[in-house]
């Protein structure tokens, strides 16, 4: 009920804050038997993890994730799998500037009306921290969906926009580059613009596109649990994120009927694919695609007045090391969700044999 | 986990097929001791049903709840609220046309890949009849959340907009029209328009904007289960809708940090609110506000070429009664929704008491 | 939360009270393709419902079920099975003489503390009528399991025992006596001692014992959802249960390991069952069996001291129609339980592949 | 669904095998601002590990547990909290015996059919070591719980039994003897029993009774979740447990109603309570009582015919550091599961405010 699952098959809880002892989480659910690539879990991690090109913070960890159970000889056993990545770089004394300062627009203030109390310490829980321990769950989902492409990366920062459609992009491209857009003509201007941004000691939001290739038919089930609605879901709970739409999206509510449906071919599958892959709340096996808005980082470099805890209006000074666009990084977040949200309904999916 | 639930201290099952013998649900968890006001559920039944205008289906269904337990003497007494809605207009032999063809843009194909069988009877479980059901259960908890207000509108049909943001509006007005825009200038030209896109036989997507006021501060859980990915997923989970966004949504994407921060007053409310009401998953008495795709109608009254289920290219000709756009009977169910997601944290804030 | 579902993949929820417009349930994750035995489902209600026999109480319910969703031409659809069971005999005067006494040994009182008010007529909620919702869903359970076979039956009544091991019993005889003893001799003794007990105004307890024999091996989650932990729970939730028993029960706790241990076959099967059929919480495709132990009915036929919801002490007289002994009418919601553990491990079972 | 929570408002998950890196898990739902008693935690794992006493297994394992999150400053946070327990007296060799060959009575047959593969050491996923984790969540739940009392003790050791009833005992004395027997004579025969039935390299079985005081009323969910089906699974999913009784349990079936209800005194306690303290599945304010039957431990150190994986018939030599009777080390883990079954109904209980 507290919200720190996600799944129902494919179950990940994590714990953690942000300069805590460590973070880390439990997945319970994974099948036995699979052999798990190590060196593919830490490189989704590497992908996240802060300090790795000159667009993101400067904070440095190596984000190692230490597996505690649930694997034996390499493979798993079919029980929970334990795991932990411990918090190295802890600059504490970073954070008394805020112990009893409410940061605009960040979760303190609300933390401190529900909790009564908060670990402040680089936004305690409410960092996106957090989510590297849904990266580790991510990379061992991905290893469950094999066939199954997931492929996520920048499509705006700020009014820079990739116009291209996904189908005419060559997703390999997109770790060409530290902004993960790919295509490397508009990387450059995104660069370009995060670094300005960052000089000003500001920030920048931008959009995640994620598609979803070789899903095969019928994940998904119909009414509240409807596929895009736990995709939605999965891309709401990832911090900042503002908005999602998927297939058509906003756009499509300006069109007509006749201009919207998908028209079968003779194999089922479909001419157009507004519906963006999923009818009724089931995927149809075409490509699902989604996009994911991600505002601004509330934290920025500049003066700003707010309050403290005792309801005083105080002035306070940006400091730290900090992203002036958390998109980049956020791209193996999106992928990791999707991933989970695919591999529970892969599992629930197993079970719904008709052999009676 | 076949997904016919939603949430989990107040906790609505549906059943029901469109063509079936009846429709209704359970709710789990009502508090007891609540006077039930019928009228208020009933007028939000009427407020969905089919019929109750020149702009909706003509199709008549009176929508009659009846309430088979879990009330005495008018008040709930804690136990499930079990309740039924009677289909007393099906026109079975209308739907013998799509036994075996898959309508494009609807859930029949999928229906019939996932399951290997589809009650093909007006959509059975895949129409928004379905949602009968939910109106019921928002309406009781509408009714628990006692002060909260909670106002749909509908804010565009196809390329026709509400320009003036919600805090101009006068919610008292969207009953005032068919259409439900609180602002009758606007309303009209959206009424002129779904009737010329009828006249094609052709259907129109549109917007619905939603807002929640009085919201106690502390509402949400704040990782997976934020408040805003709960509302996402209810809003994702009605049929037609294509994207979910709150406060700035994909605006702000193209905002700085230092124009999207909402600087706070000295009681801790905020001078802007781009956040939309909540920080960090949680709310923050502020007023929450988001806006909800609705792609147009897959039913439209021009042939279309498709296929059955042999895979052979057949002519369907539109016909039945249908919406050329479901938006304005999307409203109640909007506020349905959103009401559902309210109330399961609202009991579960409660027992959030630090008194140890 | 409220506790009104059963099951995860196969999970029924209930409503109803004893004496308000009907009962029923939904059944939410039955797989599709299933062709009902709609006989066999009304066959299990006729075991439980009243007036079956000179033995239980003579209300006369027909107890007939409707279904209201999720079966089309005879076959599940995969979507929620809605169904009721109108109550058609309430005589709900009979009952006013209770609504401000709280009945000893009934759960007036708690009802009361809990929720502030009650539906007194017949018991409400806390009804073994609820039972009968069950009973359904069970029958379709078992329609699943198909190969596996669920036989309960009255192991005593007060201190007259069963002694014969299930081994030696031919579960074809239960039905062929009231108290459903497979042993007409030892029924006789039952039957005589129920109306001796009957004649005197008074009820007496009983066990049921339960054997699930060809259940596949490898059903159950080996740490918090063990398989007996779930049918205990299962049972531990039927009206009047005091307690659970499985394998050697009570009595292996007196026994040595060298005593209780079971050796194996070469095949896996081991030479004796003191294990009753699950090992480590997963079945290991031995028989499993188990005791469950029913309390003496609440309601007497005797004048009892007790107190109103002032506080104060009256006389109750008892009246009405009543068991005297629970157990014939248990052992059909007995086996409605266990399948419904059993169907639920079942598909949970399924997704178990290990082809990576 | 993998089975490896526990609660639903006070959630427990937990991992790790005997012999991995760590156990531990993660607690999810426990309120803010509990200011924690780490001794309290510690001393209850010290209660049940290894080598505390010359009646119980001599491996050596120091079981200190790490909070890794969730806590600030000594007070909970309302954030998850996640804790390890290294393991490290790590044996592995001691059970290279056992890795191919299945053990009587143990879960090494059931897990390789439903896994496919199994962690050997020391019993992996099924040891009871798994336990120590919920005895830390058990410990927290405790003092949640404050003026509640959770007194578990022995009750019997093979046929020797402790005859007095509960009101007659006096529970600061069951940590007066290894055996927690809180009659130190009888404790003393059975100390004598195991030291005698260790010297036969075998075991032997024995009953727990636990007693819940001051448990206010209303706790429970009346149909499926009642308190006692709870208690009951969460006993039965204890190691070795195969039996769970509440009140007046088996011996109840063989009294007559007249016999076994509780007649209420003025103030609504009763005069007797046989019910155990439980009517209707919901808490009515008098004691809680039950009883939970272990089997005798499945390690002997006699020498036992058995199979391997191959089917193949071998000698299996006993040979470790094993329990020779599993009840002392097993009362805190029942209170542990006890108290982990009452925090969550007291943490639902809250949320049923009557006030609209």
Redesign the interface.
Known sequence: ??????G??F?L?????SH???????I??C?????LDFDAIQNELNRRKPGQSDIVTQRKEPDTV?????I?EG?T??????F?IHNTNQKSKDYSHIKDT?R????D???D???????YRGG???SAR?TASRVVAGAIAKQ?L?DIKINAYTS?V??IYLEKPYQDLDFSKTESNTVRCPDNAVAEQMITKIKA?RK?G??????VTCVLQNVP??LG??????L???L???M??I?AV?????????C?????????????????S?KSN???G???????GMDIYFRV????????M?N????NSE???VEMHGKGRHDPCVVPRAIPIVEAMAALVLADYA??R?????D?
Do not use: C
Request: hydrophobic fraction near 30%; charge should be negative.
């Open positions: 009920m507290a919200g720190n699952s996600f129902k098959l179950k809880t994590t714990f953690g804050e805590g002892v460590a973070i880390g989480g439990i319970d659910g099948p036995a038997g699979l052999t230490e597996f505690l159970s649930g034996f493979k056993t079919g029980t929970p799998i334990g932990t409410y605009p627009s960040h979760a203030y609300t933390y009306q529900k909790y009564g109390t908060r670990d305690g829980r409410s957090e469950i094999k705006s700020g009014d941004i000003e500001d920030t920048i939001g931008g959009t038919v019928g089930e119909p009414v509240f649990d409807k895009h609605a736990e939605g879901k999965a709401l709970s911090n503002k908005g999602f739409e998927y297939g058509s999206g906003f499509g509510t300006k069109m007509k009927g006749s201009e919207h449906n998908d028209l079968f071919n003779a194999d089922g479909t507004l519906s963006g999923i009818q009724g709340g089931i995927s149809n808005a991600f505002k601004p980082v509330a934290t920025i500049q700003q007045d707010t309050i309801g005083e209006m599992l629930l197993r079970q719904e044999s008709r009676w």
